[in-house]
């Protein structure tokens, strides 16, 4: 008998270990930044582990070398704001949008529209004044991008009567903004937050407040979808898990429209604040955006992005909403009373 209860003990120590080896792997490509949180929340919290799978974060610097990632087959999944590069990636068959996650919603903070002292004092106060202003962006073509643009067609503000001034960097977008030689930025609320601590500018708007729209997204290749159909549709189911747990703690709000903690803050906090690198916590919750629990993707919204690309010549015109979206794994995702 003694002998009987040692092999189990022995067996069941080492099922762990060996069990985790035998785990399918899945890479996930992201940019650090706190829009992508919910990722963080589903590989920090177990939730792949819970399906199966082992999951791992890889650290971008750039949407568009996540994209590369996954035709290339380096990465599985990414996970990022959308931009031009990506439809036409997707339009060309090599990504297929398979969940949505951020929303850029009124009242939640992710980008605001940011303006230097100097062209502050000069009198440009509201985006209605855009009208022959410069703006800095690091990329065209990318998700900052798309936002001046939402701002631009809001206020029906010609696109040739605003200068669109590309800096490569967003440290150099940053040196343009405050040193005066672009009038606005659309700056992370992160960068906003500490810019106007020290009384550096004015965030105009919110861009959420500009128009709401479909931001962010988990996206892999056609071949993974074709090759890999159960490991997707886990990942996917991982990923809601992290949403939920997500939007529960960080966006909740009063009846004024006031951030309030989530049941689960604490703990969930604890996944988050150490790789988004913001030491206070209350600080971070402020940056955090809007996450959809149901990772729902508004196919209008992904229309509207992809033809104002090709109005600009930057996505090929034979790119649609229904061919860069795959909507058959958020529709196999369990319902749930809310």
Known sequence: MKKLITAVALTLALSGPALAQTMPKVRIGTIVLSGIAPILVATDRGHFRDQGLDAEI?????????????????????????????????????????AGIGTEKPGYKQYGFFVGNKAYDAGLRSLADLRGKSVALATSGSAVHYTILTA???????????????????????????????D?????VGQIAQLEADKSGHTLAWAGDVEGYLFSGMYTSPRTIAEKRDIVQKSVLALQKGAEEYNRAFNQRDAAGNFVRGPNYDEVMKAVAPRVKVGDPDQLAAMLGYADPDLQIDMKSLQTQISTWQ????????????????????????????
């Open 152 to 182: 631009m067609r809001k206020y029906d503000i010609p696109r040739n009567t605003v200068r669109l001034v590309q800096t490569q960097t967003i440290a150099a977008q940053l040196a343009a903004v405050l040193g005066g030689q672009t």
């Open 184 to 188: 606005m930025g659309v700056l992370h």
């Open 58 to 98: 890889v650290n971008f610097q750039s949407a568009g070398a996540i994209s590369s990632a996954i035709v290339s087959g380096d990465i599985d999944f990414g996970v990022s704001s959308f931009n031009a590069a990506l439809f036409n990636l997707a339009g060309k068959g090599g990504i297929k949008i398979v």
């Open 311 to 338: 109005d600009l010549n930057m996505v090929s015109d034979n790119v649609k909403a229904e061919t860069v979206a795959d909507l058959s794994f958020i529709k196999a995702l369990p319902t749930k009373p809310r």
